[in-house]
Nanobody, 125 residues
Framework: QVSLAESGGGLVQAGGSLRLSCVASTGEFRINTMGWYRQYLGNERELVANINSVGLRKYADSVKGRFTISRDNTKNTAYLQMNSLRPEDTAVYYC???????????????????WGQGTQVTVSS
């Protein structure tokens, strides 16, 4: 029902910037919340930032003031602008979507996470 396509990862020096994009293909349905998680080697996947359909945002403390999440509902696309990158930001970044519903607001799935394939972000010191 939902597929997510990420782009924008890469290698950057500390202090640099990257912009990640995630396009959600949802057919006739809509997504309530889109966001980004990251996972470094064997660590747990952690929330970086998310944004819901009315623009409410949540950020991990470690990225506040450096990362900005935005969304274009007309394009079903979420963006993560990452500035002042640090080596500890190195990870695989996964796009996440939750809350599939109709245009009228009828819930199709809730609490079911959809994931992209991940994009590598490497920050060199």
């Amino acid at each position: 029902q939902v597929s997510l396509a990420e782009s924008g990862g890469g290698l950057v020096q500390a202090g640099g910037s990257l912009r990640l994009s995630c396009v959600a293909s949802t057919g006739e349905f809509r997504i309530n919340t889109m966001g980004w998680y990251r996972q470094y080697l064997g660590n747990e996947r952690e929330l970086v930032a998310n944004i819901n359909s009315v623009g409410l945002r949540k950020y991990a403390d470690s990225v506040k003031g450096r990362f900005t999440i935005s969304r274009d509902n007309t394009k079903n696309t979420a963006y993560l602008q990452m500035n002042s990158l640090r080596p500890e930001d190195t990870a695989v970044y996964y796009c996440n979507a939750e809350g599939l519903h109709t245009a009228a607001g009828d819930v199709i799935t809730w609490g079911v996470p959809y994931w992209g394939q991940g994009t590598q972000v490497t920050v060199s010191s």
